[in-house]
Every structure is written in structure tokens, then in C-alpha cells.
């Protein structure tokens, strides 16, 4: 916890990756951690995990340097991604839900970005920033996305627009990998499986510390064999050193029960296509549609939690590649960064940690029932007073004085979502810090309403753009509560110059000059004119 307070804010490591005099002005609200359906559905005979969702959504614009009132020049939304991050007790989740780029970056007249595309140093500062704050000790942590190629996510109708550069499914799965390389190089490389002799001598040593945090990315593209997944992310950077992503996927180790059915070991996150293919399994289960069924994540009383057509892991994978969003010609890539801590802590046991999944017999639970019944003691309940009725057919007529509430109504504080309502900064299901929170923290019923705000634009055109950024901007002002929630950042990041002129050299660049004659004073050696032989004409 004490190193988060001497963290640098998101919006000094913004300016650090930006180019040099690129000013940008970021928009940042968030939701307080609310409780949600598990991630993980919990086995047979045993309890859910509680969970805990938080949303957050960070929008980058720009002003057009060429437009006609240089008093006041047009503001245009660049880019948005979407976040949400849950948490359990032993475990948090990060989720890239959603990204887009309008394509009007071209309009900042930055030339050429030769220090890296500012749109993918965004998403990467970003995810790179949550992971930070939101480092617990002793917890695990994970980074999940899928990448999947479409015209347009979050901004309506910029795919009109001829400035945005879309890109195809192998070169967004590419531009993911290389956006969350910082992370990785953040923490250390996971080391080889060590002897029990060796992790005996190495708990006996110095404790760790949070700096032995490891990182590993994970990439999984169905249809795709091993081998041909290399070619997607980030080689090593030495022949001999080891890879730090591998082409394979975590769940046996994020999942709260590994040795569990399938369907407990797949997260379940919102428009995944994971997600959908679980449901259409799902209904292979005898007790699909009970009271028990009926939520997501709920957990079946008649069956052993076992599919009939998907038995594995890898039989998953496998049918994966054959769905329509996988078999449709394109690729999509599913993609986690996993934080091992050095030292995992263990939970205490209480009500919420799930039962064995071995039950009792009925034998059995039936003289555990005798004995604890005769072992203690009966408590004697006090019988409560007897109201007497009122005669309401005849005599006098009561008087009933109206209750006066001695607090005030909260109406007024749910308008505001600057100042969070009656939710600790601390719990044993989250960490929520105040660093961390977004410029405008708002009820999840306000942060629909701001998406549906931004889904309901036009951003074909610069027009449109500008006026459909301006709208949204005073929509979310008007449910946060605030007037100015916006903060501009000026880029501080130089060109460096190419590989292999490190040593102070200038760069060797060609030009086209005119030949010189030689003269005598070069010393060339020239024949005389009678030696001269002319080429003859054909």
C-alpha cells in the first residue's frame, strides 16, 4: 500500500508516453465497486464466489488546429476504451470490454508518429495504470481481452469516416500484444518449476517483496495450431532468453476450483464469445431453467456439472474454432496477462468459501442432526407482548400521530456522483482507493445512461463529431454533477532516433546530387584524345 501513494498519476505517465507538444484532453469516470454475478459458475453442491464489479471508461479528444474559430477550435472524441474490473477475495479480473477510434487523429498534425501510435500508448498506459493501483498483496491478478476485427464499437457511424484506419483481424491481435508489452516488462519473468528442496531454502530466506511481482501473457487464437500463434505476439528479445507470452491459455490457474468441470473454469464476461458458447452448453444440463439455473453462475442440483458434448479444456478450444465468430474467415485472439504474487495469501475460512463436493450421506447428516440436538441445550424463547386490537367498529377514534424521519432524504446525493453513497474504501472483496477513482464517479444507472448517451451520436463527419462530442460531454457533466471534468495533457516523449546511430553519428540519408567531372587536379589517370576509341552507332 505504501508504494501506491508515491505512484505517479495516470496522467503523468499519459504525458510521458505522448509525442512532444501533442495536447490531448482526457474524460475519466468510473462506478463504485457493486456486488455482480461470479465470473466463475460453482461446482456441484457448493456456493458461488461473491464478486464484485467496477466500471470504467476513459475517452481521449483533441482540438483541430485548423479550424475556423481559433478562439474556440472544434473538440473531437479520438478514442475510448471501456474496463471493468471484478474482484473476489483471492483474485482480480481486468477486462478490456471495448475500444474505438473515431480517425479524426490526423486533424492534430503530429506528422508521422515516430515514437509509437499515441492511440496504443493510451490503452496501454491505461490498462498498465488500473493494474498498478489495483495491486493487492497476496492476490493474484489477471489482464483479459479479446481481440475481434469490426468497423466500429462505441463511436456510431465513424466507420463513414475515410481518416479512420481500420484494422484486420491479424494486425489488431498484433497491435494488442505489443500495447500490453509494458506490463510485462514491469514485473519479472516467471522462473522454471523449482524442487521442493529449493522452495524450502528460498521460504526460509529474506521475505518477498512486492518488486518479485511475475508476468506472463497467454495467447490463444481457436484454429490456430501452437506454432502458428508464435507470429502474433512479441518474440523473445535474445536467441537464448525465454519467451515471456506462450500460446496457451490460464484458467486451471485463475479458476477458484481447478479440479471442477469444465463450465467452472471458464470466467463468463459480457458479449465474450466464450460466454455465449457456455450458455448454448449450459442447456445440455438436465436441471437448465430451475430455480437454481435461473442465474448466471448458479449451480446445478441434479447433475454433476458435466456437458455432454464438451468433456475438456481442449475439447472447448476446439469447438471454439467452429463458431461463427472464429470460423468466419477471420481470427480472433483471446489474451490474458497473468500477476503471480510472490507469496499467495490464504483467505480464512467463513461461510462464503465453497462445501466439498463429496456430500454426506443421509445416514450420516441425520446423526450429526441427533447429536448436536442432544449435546445442547434448548434456549428458552421469550414470548413477545401481546398487542391488544383496536375496536375500530365503535367508540372513540385513535389517534395516530404521522412518523417524522429524524435524517434526510438521500435523493440529492444520488444526483451527485462526484461523492460516492456509503461505500468503504477498503473490504475483504475489493480495494477501491481514491487515487484510483475516475474524475466522475457515477451509479451504474448513470453509467448506462452516459454509454446509451455516446451510442446515440453521429460521428460520420467533423461536424457531427464535434457536435455529438459536445453533447456528450454536457450529458455526463449533468450526471456527475460537475462542470469542467476534463484533463489536458501535453505530450513530453522526443523522437529517438533509428537503431544503430545510438552512437552519437548522425543517420545516413540518400540524396540525389549531379555528378562532378574530374578534374587533373584529382589525380585520375585520363587518356589522351588519339587514344580515345568512339563507340560506334547502330
Given at each position: 500500500m505504501a508504494e501506491m501513494a508515491t505512484s505517479p498519476s495516470l496522467y503523468d505517465l499519459l504525458a510521458d508516453a505522448l509525442p512532444k507538444d501533442a495536447a490531448f484532453t482526457f474524460y475519466h469516470y468510473s462506478t463504485p465497486p457493486t456486488k455482480s454475478t461470479p465470473l466463475f459458475a460453482a461446482p456441484p453442491h457448493a456456493k458461488s464466489e461473491r464478486t464484485y464489479c467496477e466500471s470504467h471508461f476513459l475517452a481521449a479528444s483533441i482540438h483541430a488546429r485548423d479550424s475556423p474559430n481559433a478562439a474556440a477550435p472544434d473538440e473531437l472524441l479520438v478514442l475510448a476504451i471501456e474496463v471493468l474490473l471484478y474482484t473476489t477475495k483471492r483474485l482480480t479480473t481486468i477486462f478490456v470490454s471495448k475500444a474505438d477510434s473515431t480517425g479524426y487523429l490526423s486533424l492534430l498534425d503530429?506528422?508521422?508518429?515516430?515514437?509509437?501510435?499515441?492511440l496504443k500508448a493510451i490503452c496501454g498506459i491505461f490498462v498498465l495504470w488500473l493494474t498498478k493501483e489495483r495491486?493487492?498483496?497476496?492476490?493474484?491478478?489477471?489482464?483479459?481481452?479479446?481481440?475481434?476485427?469490426?468497423?466500429?464499437?462505441?463511436?456510431?457511424?465513424?466507420?463513414?469516416?475515410?481518416?479512420?484506419?481500420?484494422?484486420?483481424?491479424?494486425?489488431?491481435?498484433?497491435?494488442?500484444?505489443?500495447?500490453?508489452?509494458?506490463l510485462l516488462k514491469e514485473y519479472k519473468e516467471e522462473e522454471a518449476p523449482k524442487s521442493l528442496c529449493e522452495r524450502l531454502s528460498a521460504a526460509a530466506g529474506s521475505l518477498p517483496s512486492s518488486s518479485d511481482y511475475t508476468a506472463k501473457g497467454y495467447l490463444v487464437i481457436p484454429g490456430l495450431e501452437p506454432h502458428d500463434t508464435l507470429r502474433y505476439y512479441t518474440p523473445a528479445p535474445a536467441p537464448g532468453a525465454s519467451r515471456r507470452w506462450t500460446?496457451?491459455?490460464?484458467?486451471?490457474?485463475?479458476?477458484?476450483?481447478?479440479?471442477?468441470?469444465?463450465?467452472?473454469?471458464?470466467?463468463?464476461?459480457?458479449?465474450?464469445?466464450?460466454?455465449?458458447?457456455?450458455?448454448?452448453?449450459?442447456?445440455?444440463?438436465?436441471?437448465?431453467?430451475?430455480?437454481?439455473?435461473?442465474?448466471?453462475?448458479?449451480?446445478?442440483?441434479?447433475?454433476?456439472?458435466?456437458?455432454?458434448?464438451?468433456?475438456?479444456?481442449?475439447?472447448?478450444?476446439?469447438?471454439?474454432?467452429?463458431?461463427?465468430?472464429?470460423?468466419?474467415?477471420?481470427i480472433v485472439g483471446f489474451i490474458w496477462i497473468v500477476i503471480t504474487p510472490p507469496k499467495p495469501s490464504i483467505p480464512e475460512e467463513d461461510d462464503s468459501q465453497p462445501l466439498q463436493l463429496s456430500a454426506f450421506s443421509q445416514d450420516d447428516a441425520q446423526s450429526t442432526a441427533v447429536l448436536s440436538q442432544l449435546g445442547t441445550p434448548k434456549k428458552k424463547v421469550a414470548k413477545k407482548a401481546r398487542r391488544r386490537k383496536i375496536n375500530t367498529n365503535h367508540g372513540p377514534i385513535p389517534l395516530v400521530l404521522p412518523r417524522i424521519k429524524s435524517s434526510s432524504s438521500n435523493l440529492s446525493t444520488l444526483s451527485t456522483g462526484s461523492q460516492p453513497k456509503s461505500v468503504p474504501e477498503c473490504g475483504p472483496y475489493y480495494w477501491w482507493p481514491v487515487k484510483s477513482r475516475g474524475t466522475v464517479v457515477l451509479t451504474s444507472k448513470e453509467y448506462n445512461r452516459a454509454h446509451e448517451v455516446l451510442l446515440q451520436q453521429n460521428f460520420s463527419t467533423r461536424a457531427a463529431a464535434s457536435k455529438s462530442t459536445r453533447r456528450w460531454k454536457e450529458e455526463v457533466a449533468v450526471l456527475g454533477g460537475v462542470i469542467n471534468w476534463g484533463k489536458t495533457v501535453v505530450g513530453s516523449k522526443e523522437f529517438k532516433p533509428a537503431e544503430g546511430t545510438g552512437n552519437g553519428a548522425p543517420a545516413v540519408t540518400l540524396v540525389a546530387t549531379k555528378k562532378r567531372k574530374p578534374t587533373e587536379s584529382d589525380g585520375v589517370n585520363t587518356l589522351s584524345a588519339g587514344l580515345v576509341r568512339k563507340k560506334p552507332k547502330k
Open positions: 503530429t506528422g508521422r508518429p515516430q515514437c509509437g501510435s499515441p495491486q493487492r498483496e497476496g492476490r493474484r491478478m489477471v489482464v483479459s481481452l479479446f481481440a475481434r476485427a469490426q468497423d466500429q464499437y462505441l463511436f456510431p457511424a465513424s466507420i463513414e469516416n475515410k481518416g479512420k484506419h481500420l484494422l484486420d483481424d491479424k494486425e489488431l491481435v498484433r497491435w494488442w500484444c505489443k500495447a500490453l508489452d509494458p500460446a496457451a491459455h490460464p484458467l486451471l490457474q485463475i479458476a477458484p476450483h481447478p479440479a471442477a468441470p469444465p463450465r467452472c473454469l471458464i470466467p463468463h464476461f459480457p458479449d465474450d464469445p466464450k460466454a455465449r458458447f457456455l450458455d448454448e452448453l449450459d442447456d445440455e444440463l438436465p436441471d437448465r431453467g430451475t430455480d437454481a439455473m435461473t442465474k448466471e453462475g448458479g449451480t446445478p442440483s441434479r447433475s454433476n456439472g458435466q456437458w455432454k458434448s464438451v468433456k475438456t479444456l481442449d475439447q472447448f478450444w476446439e469447438f471454439m474454432a467452429f463458431r461463427q465468430e472464429c470460423s468466419s474467415g477471420r
